[in-house]
């Protein structure tokens, strides 16, 4: 997958099996995308943006977990570039998107990513929005 992403060649054929297994969700960004961003950002998936609600039993969390292949072995590093928060539509109620980029070494790559609090938006709380040559500042 992460191959199929970084030199934009076509998915290879198993793609929906592995799609299923880490439940990633079909929306109207490209599940190799979205894939692709679960991948690289599991590592980190607690400190993601995430939306909550609280009341007396308890608290609601929006942000799903990531599903991990049972036969990963890709250690990531996601850097943050930045969050911005493009709304604050009352107190209490932000609209956050967090950006990193991760260095892929076997592809001399780095992936670029967008995370937002929950799937409400676009479908997804996570995608890759884009590839960079690996020897430029990741910044």
């Not at 599991?42 to 609280?54: D, G, K, V």
């Not at 493009?86 to 109620?93: K, V």
Request: glycine share 6%; proline share 7%; charged share 25%.
């Amino acid at each position: 997958m992460l191959k199929s992403y970084v030199e934009g060649t076509p998915e290879p054929e198993n793609c929906n099996v592995l799609y299923r297994a880490l439940e990633v969700p079909e929306s109207k960004v490209p599940r190799l995308a979205i894939a692709v961003a679960q991948i690289v950002l599991h590592e980190i998936q607690e400190t993601l943006p995430q939306w909550a609600a609280a009341w007396d039993d308890g608290v609601l969390l929006n942000r799903k977990k990531h599903k991990r292949h049972k036969d990963a072995r890709l250690v990531s590093n996601p850097r943050l570039v930045c969050t911005i928060n493009w709304a604050d539509s009352r107190p209490g109620f932000s609209w956050p998107e967090s950006y990193h980029v991760t260095y892929l070494p076997g592809f001399n790559k780095f992936i670029i990513t967008a995370s937002r609090d929950g799937n409400d938006a676009s479908g997804c709380s996570d995608h890759a929005i884009g590839v960079a040559d690996g020897s430029l500042d990741p910044v």
